[in-house]
């Protein structure tokens, strides 16, 4: 009889938790997928936005981004957040380059939903972490700004705003990009504050966000957020058939 009643119970948890995996699955990638952060200058949901300026152009099929978002992320000091490139001189065109389209990644993409976090600050209710940063990207950016010059690792904070744009603080020292940042990694992964974190995949592989990509051949990085929203789907039915397993061993002690 002890039997019997085990088998019964362990019958209707496995049912339960095929169901409860099942729909946690299909509403996690549902959720992930397609989406537009809750950030200061980012649409409700992505659309079409057929005039979307120079490098933010791979996106226009469908952004998350205006047409006027997209303009400003190409200006000096612009309106989004008052940021200045040049803190410590002329920063080159081709670094300059790298963080314009990084503006525009950050602004006009639909598929950064598996690594958004919620967050408390005044002009963002979340943010991105751990994007993983396909790593010839990342490269890229670091050889092309080791010329030009910066004050400091994160840029996210510790500024001087008194002149209403971003200034190195009185104590930081201006030097080459490649002194606060030895490492193409070091670059990506702190500058913003563990926004990104570089890939070991590089680009085409499916398995790192890209930067860039030519839109005549469609939006690589829908795969790879497709990829890992099924990712973190899993993770939650694994949770559940370990709890199983810890109740299949307990009914047998108890029996």
Not at 161 to 169: D, K, R
Not at 197 to 212: A, F, L, T
């Amino acid at each position: 009889m002890a039997w019997l009643m085990t088998a019964q119970l362990l019958f209707l948890l496995l049912v339960a938790a095929g169901w409860g995996a099942q729909l946690r699955t299909t509403q996690a990638r549902t959720e992930l997928l397609n989406i537009c952060m809750d950030a200061k200058h980012h649409k409700g949901k992505p659309s079409p936005e057929d005039k979307l300026h120079d490098q933010c152009t791979p996106w226009k099929k469908n952004s998350c981004c205006s047409v006027n978002t997209s303009q400003e992320a190409h200006k000096d000091i612009s309106y989004l957040y008052r940021f200045n490139w040049d803190h410590c001189g002329k920063m080159e065109p081709a670094c300059k380059w790298h963080f314009i389209q990084d503006t525009c990644l950050y602004e006009c993409s639909p598929n950064l939903g598996p690594w958004i976090q919620q967050v408390d600050q005044s002009w963002r209710k979340e943010r991105i972490l751990n994007v993983p940063l396909c790593k010839d990207d990342c490269q890229r950016w670091w050889e092309d700004c080791r010329t030009s010059n910066t004050c400091k690792i994160n840029w996210h904070k510790g500024w001087n705003w008194t002149s209403g744009y971003n200034q190195c603080p009185a104590e930081a020292k201006c030097a080459p990009f490649h002194v606060y940042f030895p490492t193409p990694d070091v670059l990506c992964n702190e500058i913003w504050s563990q926004s990104y974190k570089v890939s070991n995949y590089s680009r085409g592989s499916g398995r790192c966000i890209q930067m860039w990509f030519d839109p005549a051949h469609g939006n690589p990085n829908e795969e790879v957020a497709r990829f890992y929203a099924e990712a973190m789907s899993g993770a939650e039915p694994c949770r559940a058939w370990a709890l199983l397993l810890s109740l299949v061993l307990l009914l047998w002690l108890l029996s």
